[in-house]
């Protein structure tokens, strides 16, 4: 087990010896801090709301926003939401939070969309690449089975892919912190579900919002990681994960009427579907039919690669 921890320690290092690794990082940090900068520019981030006027402070926005709508009918949409956030505070008499680190957090989930990205280039080439650089050879000749160095490259793709989640909530709270300051280690706010207007938890949103696309990130790096295995092409193996990874709720709607468009991938893999009172994609689909496909899905990938990474002829490599 001590070489299989050292292998995936080495394929560790192999990824973030280089520098197109580092730029990656470098790159999500400046659109973190950009995000940060854009928010403290355009929006509305400080402590009115903690004073003991604050719900005057909420009434003269309805009006403010009133007007606004009366004055610039596009504008009807976004300020409606507003005036019934702020009308729930007021009707609940709930004092609203200050927008801080933790909705900064919240928000920038969205960038796991740019992470899936990153780690699908990882990915692709983490095999494709040792063959194309003629490396694979150097790999096969030690005393270590194919199985395990195939699972140990998948397992480093994973942690890859962790480590860079991380770094995302970590360094989106701290220039969080910085811009906007810190209302407590459980602030709440109102904010529109399916089922109406809920006071939740920030905490809890970000845990459910990183969780659920966490399961995406992971079948599309699986699904890279086969295409770079089983063609040995990493262009290839970006190609296709990207593509499908953009294009796949456009698939899943295009086939939406027909009966076995819910065994597609992408119809399965938002698990958000079936929490807070949303409408699945497709009907008769369920949490436990989707997961079980994911599950399958998982297993053809891994199985896949493990065929072709196996019994791969090297020698005239």
Known sequence: MSN??????????????????WIMYIILAGIIIGLGFLTNSFEETGDKYEQDNWR??????????????????FMEGMNTGMIAQNNYYLENDIQP??????????ENQLLLSLVSLLTIIVAAGIVANEFRWGTIKLLLIRPI???????????SVLLFSLFTLLFVLLFSWIIGAIFFGINGMDPHIV???SSGLEYISVINEIVSGYGFKL???????????????IFRNSALAIGTAIFLMMAGNQIVGFFAERTWAKYILFANTDLSQYVNGNTPWIEDMTLGFSITMLLIYYVIFMLLSWVFFAKRDVAGQ
């Not at 599309?220 to 295409?227: E, L, P, Q, S, Y």
């Open 4 to 21: 299989f921890f050292k292998l995936i320690y080495n394929e560790l290092i192999k990824t973030y010896i280089r520098k197109s690794t």
């Open 97 to 106: 939070s200050s927008y801080d680190a933790w909705q900064f957090v919240m």
């Open 215 to 229: 399961v995406n990130l992971v079948m599309m790096t699986t699904f890279a990681f086969m295409i770079s295995t």
């Open 145 to 155: 089975s194919r199985t395990k160095m195939l699972l140990a490259k998948y397992t």
């Open 56 to 73: 005057e402070v909420l009434q003269e926005e309805n009006q403010e926003l009133t007007k606004e709508m009366e004055a610039e009918e």
């Open 191 to 193: 904010m529109e579900k």
